[in-house]
């Protein structure tokens, strides 16, 4: 109890070697000095991680590490996401196991120096494929997917990032994946992949505030906690549901009652709206946070996996897992506005430069080949580089994007 309260008045008061290869095609833009961008990517085959360099020269991978690799073998590297300051690196991993592992790495102060353990690894619940940090750095936030496991609720585990514990798993719902933290550090957002759902965490009770249906045809707010008695399904409040969108473009969806297999949450940098990625019914739900209610639905192609926006709430990016591409949407007018193949099978992950200008994807790649990063240039709307990395890329994040 008392690990529980400091925890919420912390939070409370707080709102390898190097691996060189030849550089890809340099970017083609003689009206703008180019910034740099350095992003790490993770590879679930191999658990090695991989820095990449992206600036006016190309792209090329800069220096790649290993896991430390316990007796369990390998690890399945995830989620990544690197702390506010930049110093560290916490890695995600939850393969051939039934716990996801969390492991901290110091990153490199200056040339020459490599990623260094730093903590852990620590156990989470089963599975955790997905992770997201506190704007303070203080907590990140993991759901425990628990996909080989019973289809029971599962959890969503806070870490204390600076000493590396695990502070509590707080109960959601079946299958939570793609957990995102709002700009605030008010909320945490997650979906459940099997019950169709959209849930809140408040991050100072520590319990799901707020539950949003995203069934197809049943889009609407579900009943709360004690409403309900426990965590778990419910049906969506009728009225709520029938509510008109509000003013402006509801894209056309798919018949009612198709599961909507929710995969990723991404909140708008404004705090206003929120994305559900629907793997299932190949649509990105707008749900406004305010009202708690369907705005917009988005019809996509094959299988939305991850989303997010671009800082000044221009375009949304969402990558095709099943389709093999990137689709971008122009959120002023309301319209899909190009469909980017991707340069292999299977895109994963995907992160947004801070100034909006590139949307950088980890592509799994095909059945034993090579994984690999793709840049898509959001102004231009075309891949403007690519870079193999090992196989089955998944998790990345941006370090540290730097002004030319």
């Given at each position: 109890?008392?690990l529980l309260?400091s925890?919420a008045l912390l939070?409370?008061t707080?709102f390898l070697?190097?691996s060189?290869?030849?550089?890809?095609?340099?970017?083609?833009?003689?009206?703008?000095?180019?910034d740099e961008y350095?992003?790490?990517?993770g590879?679930q085959?191999g658990?090695?991680?991989h820095r990449?360099?992206?600036?006016p020269?190309?792209?090329?991978?800069e220096?790649?590490?290993?896991l430390a690799?316990?007796?369990?073998?390998?690890?399945?590297?995830r989620?990544l996401?690197?702390?506010?300051?930049?110093r560290?690196l916490?890695?995600l991993?939850?393969e051939?196991?039934e716990?996801g592992?969390l492991?901290?790495y110091a990153l490199?102060?200056s040339g020459?120096e490599?990623?260094?353990?730093?903590d852990g690894?620590?156990?989470?619940?089963?599975l955790s494929t997905?992770?997201?940090?506190s704007?303070?750095?203080?907590f990140?936030?993991?759901?425990?997917f628990?996909?080989?496991g019973e289809?029971v609720?599962?959890?969503?585990s806070?870490?204390?990032?600076?000493d590396?514990?695990?502070?509590?798993r707080?109960?959601l719902?079946t299958?939570?994946?793609?957990?995102?933290v709002?700009?605030?550090?008010?909320?945490?957002y997650t979906v459940?992949?099997?019950?169709?759902?959209?849930?809140?965490?408040?991050?100072?009770?520590m319990?799901?505030s707020r539950?949003f249906?995203?069934?197809?045809g049943?889009?609407?707010?579900?009943?709360?906690?004690l409403?309900?008695?426990g965590p778990?399904?419910?049906?969506p409040?009728p009225?709520?549901?029938a509510?008109?969108?509000a003013a402006?473009l509801r894209l056309?969806?798919?018949?009612?009652g198709?599961?909507?297999a929710?995969?990723?949450?991404?909140?708008?940098?404004?705090?206003?709206w929120?994305w559900?990625?629907c793997?299932?019914?190949?649509?990105?739900h707008e749900v406004d946070?305010?009202g708690?209610?369907?705005r917009r639905?988005f019809?996509t192609?094959?299988?939305p996996?991850?989303?997010?926006?671009?800082p000044d709430?221009?375009?949304?990016?969402t990558?095709?897992?099943?389709g093999g591409?990137v689709?971008?949407?122009d959120?002023v007018e309301?319209f899909s506005?190009?469909?980017?193949p991707?340069?292999a099978?299977g895109?994963?992950g995907?992160?947004?430069?801070?100034d909006?200008r590139?949307?950088?994807v980890?592509v799994e790649g095909?059945?034993?080949g090579a994984?690999k990063l793709?840049?898509?240039?959001?102004?231009?709307?075309?891949?403007?580089?690519?870079v193999?990395?090992?196989p089955?890329?998944?998790?990345?994040?941006?370090?540290?994007?730097e002004?030319?």
């Amino acid at each position: 109890m008392h690990l529980l309260s400091s925890w919420a008045l912390l939070l409370s008061t707080l709102f390898l070697g190097p691996s060189s290869t030849q550089p890809g095609p340099a970017m083609s833009d003689p009206d703008r000095d180019a910034d740099e961008y350095w992003i790490y990517v993770g590879s679930q085959v191999g658990d090695e991680i991989h820095r990449i360099h992206f600036g006016p020269e190309g792209i090329r991978v800069e220096a790649s590490f290993s896991l430390a690799i316990t007796a369990n073998g390998s690890e399945g590297t995830r989620g990544l996401v690197i702390s506010p300051d930049q110093r560290h690196l916490y890695v995600l991993t939850g393969e051939g196991q039934e716990e996801g592992r969390l492991w901290k790495y110091a990153l490199p102060r200056s040339g020459g120096e490599s990623e260094q353990l730093a903590d852990g690894p620590i156990r989470l619940g089963p599975l955790s494929t997905t992770i997201d940090i506190s704007p303070d750095g203080s907590f990140l936030f993991s759901p425990n997917f628990n996909f080989y496991g019973e289809r029971v609720p599962s959890t969503l585990s806070v870490v204390f990032g600076p000493d590396l514990y695990e502070v509590v798993r707080i109960e959601l719902c079946t299958m939570p994946h793609g957990a995102r933290v709002s700009p605030s550090g008010n909320h945490i957002y997650t979906v459940c992949m099997m019950d169709d759902q959209l849930v809140e965490v408040d991050a100072l009770s520590m319990e799901p505030s707020r539950r949003f249906s995203v069934s197809q045809g049943r889009e609407g707010p579900l009943p709360t906690e004690l409403e309900r008695g426990g965590p778990g399904t419910g049906d969506p409040d009728p009225d709520a549901a029938a509510a008109p969108p509000a003013a402006g473009l509801r894209l056309p969806g798919t018949s009612s009652g198709m599961t909507c297999a929710p995969t990723w949450a991404s909140p708008s940098e404004n705090g206003r709206w929120i994305w559900v990625a629907c793997n299932g019914t190949d649509e990105i739900h707008e749900v406004d946070l305010e009202g708690w209610r369907l705005r917009r639905t988005f019809r996509t192609g094959r299988g939305p996996y991850q989303v997010a926006s671009t800082p000044d709430g221009r375009h949304l990016v969402t990558t095709l897992r099943q389709g093999g591409a990137v689709e971008i949407f122009d959120l002023v007018e309301g319209f899909s506005v190009a469909r980017i193949p991707t340069s292999a099978p299977g895109a994963h992950g995907l992160a947004i430069s801070p100034d909006g200008r590139y949307a950088f994807v980890s592509v799994e790649g095909s059945e034993g080949g090579a994984g690999k990063l793709d840049v898509v240039d959001l102004e231009r709307l075309e891949r403007v580089a690519e870079v193999e990395v090992g196989p089955q890329a998944s998790g990345i994040a941006i370090w540290k994007p730097e002004p030319r």
